[in-house]
């Protein structure tokens, strides 16, 4: 009874397997007859053998062997290690290549060079007798070359060039004839152009040009007083303080209506000037004769005018200057309280004093100008430290350093940054005009921290600012 039933066990387990075995061999037959569609001739070639693997180990599983055969059981493991090696050994279907390999250099093992073959990069030797590429070595630009290369690439269109000149002077006139008409009891002097565009100065950007107009003072009613002596104690500015008002009380002069506290207030001249342009001149009048369009800036604190042409886009700054006592004063008061303030310009001079050195020792520092304006315009950091305080940097060099021919641009301009570092150390600048005023003045120290990591940093690599 024993036995039957072992033997009715031993039948049902063998059914059962068999119904299992039978339903796994139809999933393989699906998977192999769509293999090649899914995966491909190589995914099918390995899904295919492995399933044949799978298959014998099975199969030997579950057929009948005589338990009491060594030999047998011997066998049927040599077979299993067999399958599982030729799974193994099966070659992988190429991997996907992904988008960041491709940047990886392929790597392939180097073989010693046989005498009389030419290398080939690529791996094969090359034919005895073909002819061999040589490939030129990569040159290293020096930092001489670097700088003249990158000065080339700041040459503005020569339309522009003429262009903006020929625009600024038409609006130039239409402004003259609208003051002359409108305010005739003020004596402005002629209007006229300033900037490196018209100063013979090369330019890096012809974007914007300054309208100057003349305020003419009679020197028997006006004074100049320095701002060192007022309560600002600052060298750079001046103050207009109207004299002599026992013998020539207020009204003799037309500017008195400018007066805040006996002193010539360019707060006031300005506002009433943005007034006039914001709300008197006739801009779309003018803009329709000059085939183009003007607006004024009504949120600047400047007297500003955006000019929109076909082909160029240009910013003009009115500017109210007067000059006296062999100095030019700005009406460009510094923010805060103070309103009767006029600033001292050194832009005439600093051109002059340029050009001369130049033309003396047939020098290169326009030249470096270019390129320091250039770097400063580029660089956001750097945007105050443009104009002005590199040229009196420029300036300062030149009384020690002689030698600014070309050949030696590279190591001026690598000494200019050297220069500015050092003063943005001590945060001071002093005017090459007049030691008393610091150009630096008006900076943040944050800004003028800032300034000095950005030219620390490149004094050591001065190409990473071109």
Known sequence: MAAFWHQRGRRQDNGGLGSVIDGLGSVFDVLLANARLVLGVSGAAVLAIATLAVKR????????RDEGDPKAEQKSLEE????????????????????????????????????????D???????????????????????????????SQLAVPEIQVSLVPQLARSICTQLQNFLRSKCPELPFGRLFLSGALLDGLEVLAADHIHLMLPVVL??????????????????????????????????????????????LSSNVLNETLHKLLVAS???????GLLGCAIHPVVASRELKLEVKHDQVELSITLFPVVEMEDRVLLALPPEGLVENLWLESFYRAEVSRVKELDAGDSGARQLCLRILSGVCRSQPSLH?????????????????????????LADRFQQVLEELVAYLEKGVLPSYFNPKINLFSGLLEEEI?????????AMSEPEVLL
């Open 281 to 287: 001149v006739n801009w779309p009048a003018i803009s």
């Open 57 to 64: 180990l099975i199969d030997r599983a579950t057929s009948p």
């Open 218 to 263: 009679d020197a028997g009613l006006w004074s100049l007083i320095s701002g060192e002596d007022t309560v600002v104690r600052n060298p750079q500015y001046w103050m207009i303080k109207r004299i002599s008002l026992g013998y020539f009380p207020r009204g003799c002069s037309p500017w008195d209506r400018f007066i805040v506290g006996r002193y």
């Open 384 to 408: 105050k430290l443009g104009g002005s305080p590199v040229t009196h940097v420029v300036l300062h060099l030149s009384d020690t350093a002689s030698d600014w021919a070309e050949e030696s």
């Open 121 to 151: 990069p690529s791996g094969c030797s090359a034919p005895l007798g073909a002819p061999q590429v040589k490939s030129s070595p990569l040159r290293c630009l020096t930092l001489q070359e670097k700088l003249l290369s990158h000065s």
């Open 80 to 119: 299993s290690w067999q399958d599982l090696a030729l799974i193994k050994t099966t070659p992988k279907p190429p991997k996907k290549q992904r988008r960041e390999d491709l940047s990886e250099p392929l790597l392939s093992p180097a073989r010693p060079l046989v005498p009389g073959e030419a290398h």
């Open 449 to 457: 921290d800032e300034m000095g990591f950005v030219l620390y940093r």
